[in-house]
């Protein structure tokens, strides 16, 4: 008897401790899962139905070995919490939060939770932007980049187009520093340029920085209107003077060179073209009219702090916890409204939006995108074969930078987050794939979750469900 009752009281610490690892790990299927999820958000009834997976053709009992992985990569630190989504048809299949904000288990994730998207902001926000004004006949792809911005005019960025832009294949640099234009000389801390990804840097322990005078202040004004992070504001004239640096560095081959300031150019395209701010503009187009309640840029003007996840412990280039403001540096010095990182959302919203494009422009019976545009936008691939318009592409011939899993067919499209966040869409077998993590967390040094793959493991689960 004693005998058993140990057993029970050992079993049930352990259950104690795998679900402050994760707080949702035995449900019994995902369609369990799924209604679990939806008592605690009504607002997901909205736009998405669970199902069963097996009425879809898909396993059960496999999908919900994505648990198991996801265990594996919290246990390993790779990441303090995560949520997972996948469509079917249009209908939720599997749907799970797991973990917390942060290794100390306090704030668990819910299905309202909104991540930094990171670079998933550039399909998620900005590509959205250039599709809607193509759409109404704005602007075309061949059009040179320097009708809408002056300040390139006279460069040798003059003859770049959008198309270039969007297939990355515009000369630009992968990365500027923006950040530098405000910082005193010889006062720039040290960084190291990690191996995994070269357009990001690691923030080590040192001294804070030094601002010039006048472009810094710790209190809004009509002068200082750029929040970077708390207490910290930038002159409205940094701006401008970001943008001239875009125009002053020098132009490469136009080859194949993943670039964050391609996309910050196209989201000034985007406001000079629309005549509103990007952020402004996407809510009125998409993400109201969907009703996309957890979605959003500067998410601190709409939203709790304890509705989002921190990304940060601490940055050479803003004082304290980083949650709310966007991670990335330039997008954050930028304003927090940045073509290239600053979107943060929940699963949920990400995934309507996405299924959207897989239905050719349209939800619950309102057109948003026409589908020749949804078609020219999502099947259009650059000639290298490296990516689409805007979004990224399977690479099953290089493993080291495949994005995706190997059984992800060609047509297969999205976007990852240096956060650790990813979107993939899958036309061929009509699928939406979301997964959120604030991976950074509290440091991002080293980039876990890409080196044990999580993210092609569970997609490749997902594929195995339908065999």
């Known amino acids: 008897m004693k005998k058993q009752t140990i057993v029970i009281l050992s079993l049930l610490f352990f259950i104690i401790l795998i679900d402050q690892a994760g707080n949702n790990f035995f449900a019994a299927n995902p369609a369990d899962a799924a209604s679990y999820t939806a008592k605690k958000d009504s607002i997901d009834n909205d736009t998405i139905t669970q199902c069963s997976p097996e009425k879809l053709g898909m396993k059960s009992a496999t999908l919900n070995r994505i648990d198991s992985v996801v265990r594996v990569g919290m246990l390993a630190r790779a990441y303090p919490g995560c949520r997972v989504l996948v469509l079917k048809e249009g209908k939720s299949v599997y749907d799970k939060c797991f973990g917390s904000y942060t290794y100390d288990g306090l704030q668990k994730v819910k299905p309202n939770t909104m991540y930094d998207l990171a670079s998933l902001s550039k399909t998620t926000g900005t590509l959205f932007a250039i599709m809607k004004l193509y759409d109404n006949g704005k602007l075309k792809l061949t059009d040179k980049a320097s009708n809408y911005l002056t300040f390139l005019r006279g460069t040798d960025k003059e003859n770049i187009t959008i198309t270039e832009l969007l297939f990355h294949e515009s000369g630009l640099p992968a990365y500027l520093p923006f950040y530098n234009l405000v910082i005193e000389k010889n006062n720039t801390p040290p960084f ?13 322990p040192g001294k804070a ?26 002159n409205y004239r940094f ?27 196209l989201k000034e395209i985007a406001e000079t073209v629309s005549g509103t701010t990007m952020d402004v503009f996407l809510d009125k187009e998409f993400y109201a009219p969907m009703n996309l309640h957890n979605i959003a840029y500067l998410p601190l003007r709409t939203h709790k702090k304890e509705d989002i996840t921190p990304t940060l412990q601490k940055d050479y280039l803003r004082p304290g916890v980083l949650q709310g403001f966007v991670n990335d540096p330039a997008a954050a010095f930028l304003g927090g409204v940045s073509g290239n990182a600053g979107l943060f959302a929940s699963a949920r919203d990400v995934a309507i939006l996405y299924q959207m494009l897989l239905n050719n422009g349209e ?35 290089n493993l080291v930078h495949n994005p995706c ?24 077998n009509d699928m939406v794939y979301v997964f959120l993590s604030n991976r950074t967390y509290p440091y991002d040094g080293i980039n876990k979750l890409a080196r044990m793959g999580i993210r092609t493991q569970i997609q490749e689960l997902i594929y195995q469900s339908m065999k």
């Open 405 to 428: 899993c190997l059984s992800a067919p060609p047509a297969v499209y999205g976007h990852t987050g240096y956060t650790g966040t990813c979107c993939w869409v899958d036309p061929v």
């Open 209 to 234: 920085n030094k601002y010039k005078t006048g472009w810094v202040s710790k209190i809004p004004s009509n002068e200082f209107t750029m929040q970077v992070s708390d207490s910290f504001y930038l």
């Open 192 to 204: 190291i340029t990690t191996s995994n990804d070269s357009t990001h840097t690691v923030r080590m």
């Open 363 to 397: 939800m619950r019976g309102k057109r948003y995108l026409s589908v020749e545009t949804c078609r020219l936008f999502t099947t259009t691939v650059s000639a290298s074969g490296r990516r689409g318009l805007g979004f990224d592409k399977p690479l099953p011939t």
């Open 239 to 265: 701006h401008q003077a970001a943008m001239q640096m875009i125009a002053n560095t020098a132009l490469r081959s136009k080859t194949y060179v993943y670039s964050c300031v391609n996309f910050i150019l």
